[in-house]
């Protein structure tokens, strides 16, 4: 991306106006998290709870101990490890961190994006940006900077274009401001992965309020969703929309829409909020969707699924 739109975006954060900015994980929409009413601006736009903390992105490791306090040594493992990457982390926070961005809680949420235009646009603004999701508040996520703009319009100042998101599902949480780290949302990387680095093993709670994304139901398009097993696609009705992982059934290929997607996990994840999108724009009654195997890699997109589906 020009420099020049990196410039222009970064001032306009100075300036206290929103950014809309790429991740690796989902599009962001960003504020300066030392400005109380540019975060309330992002708060306002997404409808989102005053209550529902958000995640704070920083350039790097170093700029931990700006933002947290009584960062534990696991916190700097897990950084050099993970980031820049998928993987927020949740710590103490300093005392002039904004109870805006903390939910009035005492801890906060950390993290490096793994993609150049942010990276490069954090760069420029030398602190902060807050960045929840670019979207209105428990609808589904956006991937491309086409989804910020049909979801936000005008309402954000500037959207900075970093094509499709390679990840595509929000950022794995490890909560590490007690005396365990605990899983509390589940991502691209998985507990395994944390547990091998850690050299221990961790609990997972991800269902605590507290952590972003991680209310009952989320990730939800207008339409429906309903999950099923394979074993029940056989009695989808016609007005329905389906994800499966089978083919078209015969008898079903002239009165439903019906999309076979991929049995790799990582790219069904990447593909999951376009797909949801795309099904949602359709007017049908329900998104049906297959559920995946509940094996580790396929987890987080399970998680995402069951909070789509919630009522």
């Known amino acids: 991306m020009l420099d020049n739109q990196i410039q222009i975006a970064a001032a306009a954060l100075k ?10 994980t989902v599009y962001g929409l960003g504020a300066d998290a030392s400005d109380p009413q540019a975060i309330k601006k992002v708060f ?6 005053a209550n529902h903390p958000v995640i704070v992105h920083i350039a790097n490791s170093s700029m931990l101990a700006k933002w947290a306090q009584n960062i534990p040594d696991t916190a ?27 939910g009035g809680r005492n801890t906060i949420g950390l993290r490096i994006p793994n993609h150049k235009v942010t990276l490069d646009l954090l760069q420029e603004f030398n602190g902060g940006i807050v960045g929840p999701s670019a979207n209105k508040y428990g609808m589904v996520s956006p991937t491309t900077a086409a989804h910020v703009r049909q979801d936000l319009g005008e309402e954000v100042s500037i959207v900075l274009d970093g094509d499709d998101c390679v990840v595509g599902i929000e950022s794995t949480i490890v909560d590490l401001s007690g005396e365990q780290p605990v899983l509390r949302r589940l991502g691209n990387i ?12 961790i609990a997972v709670n991800t269902h605590k309020p507290g952590a972003p994304g991680t209310t009952l139901k989320h990730y939800s398009p207008n339409t429906p969703v309903v999950l099923v097993d394979s074993s029940q696609l056989t009695s989808v009705t016609e007005n329905s929309a389906v994800l499966s992982f089978m083919p078209t059934p015969t008898l079903l290929s002239n009165v439903v829409v019906w999309q076979q ?3 790799n996990p990582k790219q069904y994840a990447h593909d999951l909020y376009t797909n ?7 007017g049908k009654n329900t ?4 559920l995946p195997p509940e094996t580790e890699e396929w987890l987080a997109v399970i998680d995402r699924l069951k909070r789509a589906a919630a009522e």
């Open 15 to 24: 300036e206290g106006l929103t950014v809309a900015f790429p991740t690796e």
């Open 76 to 102: 700097y493992v897990l950084a050099d490890a993970f980031w820049p990457g998928p993987l927020t982390l949740i710590l103490n926070k300093q005392p002039h961190v904004s109870s805006l961005i903390t």
């Open 44 to 49: 306002t736009i997404k409808g989102r709870p």
């Open 190 to 201: 998985t507990r395994t992965q944390i547990e091998e680095v850690l050299q221990r093993p």
């Open 276 to 282: 949801l999108r795309n099904m949602d724009i359709l």
């Open 287 to 290: 998104i049906i969707v297959e």
């Open 261 to 263: 997607v991929t049995s």
